[in-house]
């Protein structure tokens, strides 16, 4: 059984959580996928000479240190945080960058405050509509653009935590110590680690890491003309079998996780031929807003030959999750059925 990650590039660090790790509901931390744009801090920072600065937009600038936001209400929240490339590599046609499969993502129980706590405080002025998150890692790369992220105040104010705990840790180094911002139900790039600067804007903060990626377009297209990656959408992970194993005839048990951003994943279904015929699969632990859910199936496999395995996901409006996915140029958001489809052997 694999356990440790699969590195994709060293520098920055980018690595996904092998599917074995994906079959609990909380996904260690140490074993949580890491997605870097930049260089990650080699040491924490040290806590008096850290200051998280909110301004822009606001009645009042606050500097705060980190004692001071942890005398806040504190707020304990689980939330799934997938990366906006995650599946990439499943995609039928290829798309530049990470070459994730499906462990570009994780559950974890996540401790803060909440943003709104801090924007309420500041006072926000009436032309308030966005808010900035910057953080503390180096750049990488000649140009050294910061990676510097906004999401619109609605937002903001309603599910967005500051999180300076991760599984009841300290948040770890890798992942943003000692804060980082997390859009509940919205993908990674949303979610700025190491955060020590909160700006409220007028209107998107314009850059590289708004302007030119985590945009959905298609070629040709001018990437800002695009959709910016917002929302994680309704999809189901196979976390076991996984491809290519071969199995006995009998009772197999397929597990998965199921997971809707900011909406509610109200069934899963399982085929074991390829689509022809589904079976509903049960739930298994926690059903937490925000959160992925974990499911099982018991195949009472009888034929020996090759077999395809599919997962679908219904919402709780109804919505069922695409066949394929929708094709993008950076190949973002691959929720398809199709193509997390898993082969096996029964023998
Ligand atoms: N400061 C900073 N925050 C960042 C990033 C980054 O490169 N720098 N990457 C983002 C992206 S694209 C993702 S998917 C998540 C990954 O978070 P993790 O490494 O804790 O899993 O962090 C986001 N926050
Ligand atoms: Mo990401």
């Known amino acids: 059984m694999t356990k440790s990650m699969r590195i994709m590039t060293e520098s920055p660090l980018n690595a996904e959580t092998p599917a074995v790790r994906l079959r609990s509901w909380i996904t260690p931390n140490a074993v949580f996928f890491d997605r870097n744009q930049g260089k990650i801090p080699e040491v924490p920072v040290a806590l008096d000479k850290w200051v998280l600065m909110v301004d822009g937009m606001v009645k009042r600038k606050l500097g705060l240190h980190l004692d001071q936001i942890q005398r806040l209400p504190k707020a304990i929240v689980a939330n799934t945080l997938e990366c906006s490339g995650n ?7 290829k798309a530049p960058g990470n070459p994730w499969t499906i462990g570009g993502v994780g559950n974890a129980v996540w401790g803060g405050v909440w943003l709104r706590d801090l924007l309420n405080d500041a006072g926000l002025a009436d032309r308030a509509a966005h808010v900035a998150f910057e953080g ?4 990488l790369g000649k140009a050294q653009i910061k990676f510097v992220r906004s999401i619109p105040i609605e937002k903001a104010m ?3 935590l500051l999180a300076y705990e991760m599984n009841g840790d300290p948040l770890p180094l890798k992942h943003g110590y000692p804060l980082r911002a997390l859009a509940l139900g919205w993908t ?3 979610c700025v680690k190491w955060l020590n600067r909160i700006t409220v804007l007028e209107k998107p903060f ?3 890491f708004m302007d030119q990626v985590y945009r959905v377009f298609q070629k040709g297209e001018k990437p800002d003309t695009g959709d910016a990656v917002t929302a994680i959408a309704l999809k189901s992970i196979i976390t076991q079998p996984l491809t290519g194993e071969h199995l006995e005839k009998g009772a197999i048990v397929v597990l998965g996780a199921a997971y809707a951003g900011e909406g509610h994943v ?3 279904e399982v085929s074991v031929d390829d ?3 589904w079976q509903a699969a049960e739930f298994i632990g926690p059903d937490e807003p925000f959160a992925w859910r974990q499911w099982q199936y018991v195949w009472p496999a009888s034929q020996a030959g090759e077999h395809t395995i599919k997962a679908r996901a219904t919402d709780g409006q109804g919505r069922r999750q695409p066949e394929t996915a929708r094709w993008n140029f950076l190949g973002y958001g691959n929720n398809g059925i199709d193509e ?3 082969r096996v052997t029964v023998e």
Request: aromatic share 4%; glycine share 10%; net charge negative.
């Open 206 to 208: 314009e850059g590289f």
């Open 87 to 93: 599946s990439r590599s499943l995609l039928e046609k």
């Open 275 to 277: 689509g022809a015929t």
């Open 340 to 342: 997390h489809a898993v």
């Open 266 to 268: 109200a069934t899963v």
């Open 188 to 190: 990674g790039a949303n």
């Open 158 to 160: 309603s599910s967005t």
């Open 136 to 139: 503390m890692d180096t750049p």
